[in-house]
């Protein structure tokens, strides 16, 4: 079978040459080519030997996702569905601003951890993306973007990993991936811009603080164990005490000196003001002060199966203000790409409930099973 080149980072690349029989610094010359502009036919890779060309042919192509299906809004913002294959799809969105171009990818199909607001963890897991299918999803988008915008600068200076999927979940790939992503024949992106999402894989944050350091984004959603264990399952196993410990050990080597956290607003579940203090007492005892720290507060997009509603602005601006008055940075996230099912939490579309987690999900509340065709929601967009 073809090796896919954009399953590989810069040293992997040069030990496929190696392997071909060529100098490594020949994986710098089709690493750009590649990623910076964008080719993906051998032909077209003038400065390489017609030799390596022809062997290239022979055993390798460079081979981007399908893309199933692409929404644009009237704000800018895009949205694009992914074949990976046996009927599972993926999603990516562009987020265009005045100062940033911003693409939330997804680096699994479906999800194990099951958070009860998120539409991919009501559809299960189906399997982890490979590196080369995270980085396709970066490579189409930039591009796709340079031609519909006819500019030859880069498009995207942000990454943020918070679409289907618990990247740490997918450890192995996602490095590779965010390699690439950062590598300045590739993207060249900041680490300061390339953020991780996770719902607290405790042990996976140090291992990212070794192995490749970027931003760090933390779903928390609320402030104790109790409540986070009935909205982020994966609680039971890493309790919040020790998923903050873990925030505060990556500051040490994080590309940023705070860390973000995720809160998604639900209806009189999470938003009243006394958890808002406790919110500010978790951040302040856990980092000894406030200023390690940024909130951020996502309007919760409802779906039917998750009986949970979205909390009114006057209790996200309630919560906000507890949380700002005691000194805590917070924001209020915009919905961005409404009119195409791609603003926060509207991700996934219609989507198969491959594991019965949708039914195991309802049982345990006591609520009715809702059936298929769940509206979509998961990844948190910034
Ligand atoms: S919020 Fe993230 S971690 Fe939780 S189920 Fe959804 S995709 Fe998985």
Known sequence: MAANLLDYDLEGLALFCERLGEKRFRAVQLFRW???????????????????????????????????????????????????????????????????????????????????FCSTGHQGFSRNLTAGEI?????????????????????????????????????????????????????GLSRRRVTVSTSGMVPMIDRLGQDCPVALAVSL????????????????????????????????V???????????????????????LQLVELLRASGGGLSWCKVNLIPFNPFTASGLTRSSSARVEAFSDVLSRAGVVTTVRKTRGGDIAAACGQLAGDVKDR????????????????????????????
């Not at 986070?228 to 309790?239: M, T, W």
């Not at 994080?254 to 808002?276: K, Q, S």
């Open 254 to 276: 994080a590309p940023r000196d705070f860390v973000t956290f995720e809160y998604c607003m639900l209806d009189g579940v999470n938003d009243t003001p006394e958890l808002a």
């Open 34 to 116: 590649i990623h910076q502009k964008g080719a993906s036919d051998f032909d077209a890779m003038t400065d390489l030997a017609k030799s390596l060309r022809e062997k290239l042919k022979g055993c390798a192509d460079v081979k981007s996702l399908s893309v199933v299906s692409q929404h644009m809004s009237t704000d800018g913002t895009i949205k694009w569905l992914f074949d990976v294959g046996a009927g599972d799809a993926v999603e990516a969105v562009f987020i265009p601003e005045s100062d940033r171009g911003t693409l939330c990818i997804s680096s699994q199909a479906g999800c194990a951890v099951g958070c009860r």
């Open 355 to 382: 594991t019965g987690a949708v039914v195991r999900m309802h049982k345990r509340r006591g609520a009715a099973w809702p059936g298929r065709g769940l509206a979509a929601v998961t990844a948190l967009v910034e």
């Open 221 to 252: 959603h609320a402030p104790n164990d109790a409540l986070r264990e009935s909205l982020v399952p994966l609680n039971k196993k890493h309790p919040i005490a020790q998923l903050m410990d873990a925030c505060v050990r990556y500051l040490a």
């Open 135 to 187: 980085v396709s999803q970066l490579w189409f988008a930039e591009h796709f973007l340079r031609k519909h915008l006819g500019r030859d600068e880069r498009i995207i200076s942000n990454v943020v990993m918070m679409g289907m999927g618990e990247p740490l979940q997918n450890y192995a790939e996602l490095v590779p991936s965010l390699r690439v992503m950062l590598d300045d024949h590739a993207y």
